[in-house]
């Protein structure tokens, strides 16, 4: 039993193996299999449908260019497939654009290894769990569209995606993340527009910023109508700003975080980052309190956190900070105005289940209007925090608490007040020991000491230095101007120019915001000079502080540092070559392309045919080489891409290569005559493919063979002429045919009406590449065919139905299209266009239809006007295409029997029906060696 298990197994490898031979293979124009490319590639418009497929199109080199050109890659929605798989961690300078692609786990994802110099470019990505799961370096992701996904763009956490782009991308309906970096580094997320379109779901963020990334940019995206805007957990000193985050939605109840109902997070343990410039609005809540509420901006166990400059509106909350430690917390310059209700709080400290604390932070330089509470310390402990030169409009209360009057008796020790609208504070105390400040700091509170009546008490405004006079703050003279340069220039900026001090104290300068991936910044004190340096593309918003080291503070507007990289360039076109099969051609880049940055050009290849041409590019040498390795004759039409690692990119001009090669004929002796007919074999020992110096194979020998309709043959070699004979014992009325299958002669069936019966017909087709005697020359002509009908009157023959094949290469040297090939006649001294048809095409020729009054010379040529369409109604054209014609065998001979779809000249033949026979076949050889193996056994 054992061994006959071992043998169903061995049958059944066997048969799985033979199903095989279309998994994997090389990828076509037009898929139908999963695949692999090696090479650039561009696909026919169409819809490719893979079920089953666990991988559809597999990319596992480098060099390459997917261009889709909006095909559908469709697959059936398992969630274990991928669409578009990078299989080589190595591959590098990759390419994937216009790509419809739908119905897999991943649309588009790799290995687990890191890729460089990755685009993806202008796809459209849907109804898949996740879009886009790569670890990039140097890669850009731009103008794809994603929607109907779990997760749009995820850069994987297996591997640090490092120094990449997303820009410019739509998401919509997501129910997971739209963007989600993680262990992510100098990444640029800008200019998206994320459309949650649904308003449910604690785990619906527009962009999500995890496992320690840092150094980030997210700026510039509109991320609207969803459970969460943007949200940092374990990230640090990254930079948000210049979003619009607006109209969201949370829902009371576990389908909302708990006390995270907002727009910006910074979540365990996340600090250094900066939030500056974002304009965030209408986040509403089915009901106040219960753990979900419209927050702005919300750090939770943060620190050393930077809020600036944003501006907020309507919401419940403006500000939460707190829930497991929050401290050194700036928040200076923001607007926060119109709270949606009279509960509403520009900063709350939140509360939970754990110790909880807000300490050493800074709420200075805020303008708050139209708020039901300023600030709120709610059974949080609240202590060494500085509240200062805030405006206060509008607000109903300016501090409360409701702590239990012993867990947090002294928490709120330490606080700096002041109000520079009308330097009094309304204060409002549940409890005996509530909020209050000791010492000078004023005010008190009501039964604790001095300045304070009732709930009215009057703040320290202004600040003054230690010797008793009144400071003033720096100023800023006048706007920052944004900065734009290069990655390899710098731009300096005179401090004088636009921040002074009135005291004349010495000011110290900080610079807030700027990514240092990006920018590098240098600041000389001495002669007050602040350079940026521009080191990777991208933009980063700035803002200068200035201190004066009594409480004096100012800050600049925010402006943005803007570094560019400029693309390659295409300095000449490159020219057309033609060389020998076998040798090879060379190009130095440097001719063709520069860079102004100086940077390193890449280069891939894009519509190369590597079963024509090899391409091979040295970079030390930056020299091309196109090695021919295909036939004869053959033209290869090529774009060279050059690409930077900054995403700079530039495509060279359409060049063709055009292989030549010499015939070298040798022949065997000619064979006994039989049936009027005598032939050879001739083999070119250059393997040139092509057969245009090649003598006849067969010549006449004896008399015609007899019979009503039968045919003989006769071919010769005269001079530039070929011939070939169809003999008719008798021909009756009504329809007549003749086919030839010498590859010399182009004229592959003749089809025509007699209408009188003749003896002896000889019906010979001639071909030359010269005119006949008393013709007139044509300007081009790629064969004049002389057809004579010896024994047959000329005015008994009427509709001619004419079918020949004409060389591809023929047609692409002279430059024309296959649809401008036609047939002539000459008749009464003059050529006359005949009605074309385009049939079909081979590997080597294409074929066509033609009618014709009568016979006599033809013209296979270009034709003007265009070419017609056929007759419908005439039946003899449907004949000569649909019927199969029997033909004796004539050697290295293709005869087309009926036309076929037209086939792309560059796509691999798809695999055919047949291959699903080869399984079958395995498993009845196996069925038959285990019948055997058992009669043996019951021997």
Not at 289 to 315: E, Q, V, W
Not at 673 to 693: K, P, V
Not at 696 to 706: G, K, M, N, V, Y
Request: aromatic share 10%; hydrophobic share 35%; with cysteine.
């Amino acid at each position: 039993m054992q061994k006959r298990g071992v043998l169903w197994i061995c049958c059944l490898v066997m048969a799985l193996t033979s199903m095989g031979i279309v998994w994997g293979a090389a990828c076509t124009t037009t898929p139908s299999a999963a695949c692999t490319v090696s090479s650039s590639l561009m696909l026919q418009p169409g819809s490719y449908n893979l079920n089953g497929s666990v991988q559809f199109i597999t990319i596992n080199t480098s060099n390459v260019v997917l261009d889709c050109n909006g095909s559908l890659l469709q697959g059936n929605s398992s969630a274990n497939s991928f669409g578009i798989f990078l299989n080589n961690g190595a591959a590098e300078n990759i390419v994937i654009k216009n790509c419809n692609i739908t119905g897999y786990g991943w649309l588009i994802g790799s290995d687990t290894a890191i890729h460089t110099n990755v685009t993806l470019q202008n796809n459209r990505l849907y109804g898949g769990t996740v879009g886009i799961e790569l670890s990039l370096n140097a890669s850009a992701i731009f103008g794809n569209v994603v929607y109907n996904n779990s997760f749009g763009i995820l850069l994987s956490e297996s591997i640090n995606s490092i120094n990449s782009l997303i820009y410019n991308n739509s998401f919509s309906s997501y129910t997971g993340n739209a963007i989600q970096l993680l262990n992510a580094t100098n990444i640029s997320v800008y200019n998206n527009t994320v459309y949650a379109s649904t308003k449910t779901g604690n785990a619906s963020r527009g962009i999500y910023i995890g496992s320690s990334s840092m150094q980030n940019r997210i700026y510039n995206n509109l991320i609207y109508d969803g459970a969460i805007g943007i949200q940092l957990e374990s990230a640090s000193n990254n930079d948000i700003y210049g979003n619009t985050i607006r109209d969201f939605y949370c829902v009371l109840g576990s389908t909302c975080p708990a006390d995270v109902g907002s727009l910006l997070v910074a979540i365990i343990p996340s600090s250094g980052n900066r939030i500056y410039n974002n304009f965030i609005t209408n986040i509403t809540t089915d009901s106040f309190g219960g753990g979900s509420m419209g927050i702005g901006i919300t750090a939770l166990t943060a620190s050393d956190i930077n809020i600036t400059n944003n501006t907020i509106t309507r919401l419940e909350v403006a500000f939460g900070v707190g829930s497991d430690g929050a401290s050194n917390i700036l928040i200076a310059n923001n607007t926060a105005e119109n709270g949606s209700s009279t509960s509403s709080f520009v900063i709350m400290a939140l509360s939970g289940d754990l110790t909880e604390d807000f300490d050493n932070s800074s709420i200075l330089d805020n303008t708050f209007r139209n708020w039901g509470t300023f600030y709120q310390c709610d059974d949080v402990t609240c202590s060494g925090n500085r509240f200062y030169q805030n405006n206060l409009i509008n607000i109903s209360l300016n501090a409360v608490t409701s702590d239990d009057g012993s867990y947090f008796n002294t928490s709120s020790r330490g606080n700096y007040w002041s109000d520079i609208s009308d330097h009094s504070l309304n204060m409002s105390d549940t409890n005996t020991d509530g909020i209050y400040d000791a010492g000078s700091q004023f005010p008190y509170r009501a039964n604790k000491g001095a300045n304070m009546t009732s709930s009215t008490a009057v703040d320290n405004f202004p600040y003054k230095k230690q010797n008793g006079w009144n400071n003033l703050n720096p100023a800023l003279l006048t706007n920052i101007p944004n900065q734009s340069f290069n990655r390899t220039q710098n731009v300096s900026i005179n401090l004088s120019t636009y921040l002074s001090d009135a005291d004349g104290d010495s000011l110290t300068f900080t610079v807030l915001g700027v990514n240092a991936s990006l920018v590098t910044t240098t600041l000389n004190s001495t002669i007050g000079l602040l350079t940026f340096n521009g080191s990777f593309p991208g933009a980063t918003s700035a803002v200068l502080n200035a201190t004066d080291g009594y409480g004096g503070y100012v800050g600049s507007n925010n402006f943005t540092l803007t570094v560019t990289n400029r693309n390659p360039t295409l300095l000449t076109n490159i020219p057309n070559m033609s060389f020998a099969k076998g040798s090879n051609t060379t190009l130095n880049m440097t001719t063709y392309f520069s860079d102004a940055d100086g940077d390193t050009i890449n280069y891939a290849e894009l519509s190369l045919n590597t079963t024509l041409v090899n391409a091979t590019y040295n970079s030390t040498t930056t020299i091309y080489f196109f090695t021919s390795n295909a036939t004869g004759g053959t033209v290869q039409h090529i774009i060279l891409n050059a690409s930077d690692s900054y995403g700079g990119y530039a495509e060279s001009n359409n060049f063709s290569i055009i292989i030549t090669c010499q015939e070298n004929w040798t022949y065997s002796a000619w064979s006994t005559c039989s049936g009027s007919t005598q032939t050879r074999t001739a083999i070119d020992t250059n393997s040139c493919g092509t057969t245009e110096n090649r003598s006849a194979l067969s010549q006449s020998c004896t008399s015609a063979s007899t019979g009503s309709g039968g045919s003989g043959y006769a071919g010769k070699a005269a001079g530039n002429s070929v011939s070939q004979s169809v003999s008719f014992t008798d021909m009756d009325v009504g329809e007549n045919k003749a086919t030839f299958s010498f590859k010399d002669i182009p004229l592959r069936s003749l089809v025509f009406i007699v209408t009188q019966e003749a003896k002896n017909v000889k019906i010979t087709s001639s071909a030359s590449t010269k005119a006949p005697q008393g013709v007139t020359v044509l300007p081009v002509a790629y064969k004049y065919i002389t057809i004579t009908h010896g024994k047959l009157a000329e005015e008994a023959i009427t509709q001619v139905a004419l079918v020949f094949t004409v060389d591809k290469v023929w047609v692409e040297t002279n430059g024309f299209w296959k649809e401008e090939i036609g047939l002539s006649r000459f008749a009464d001294g003059q050529w006359t266009a005949l009605p074309t048809t385009f049939v079909a095409e081979d590997g080597t020729s294409y074929r066509y239809e033609a009618t014709s009054p009568g016979l006599s010379v033809f013209a296979i040529t270009k034709h003007v006007p265009p070419l017609v369409e056929p007759q419908q109604e005439e039946p003899i054209l449907k004949q000569v295409v649909s019927e199969e014609v029997e033909l004796p065998a004539f050697p290295q001979e293709i005869i087309l029997e009926e036309p076929v779809a037209e086939a792309q000249p560059s796509a691999l033949p798809t695999a055919s029906r047949a291959w699903l026979a080869i399984p079958a076949v395995v498993l009845l050889l196996c069925a038959g060696i285990f019948v055997a193996y058992v009669r043996k056994r019951t021997r």
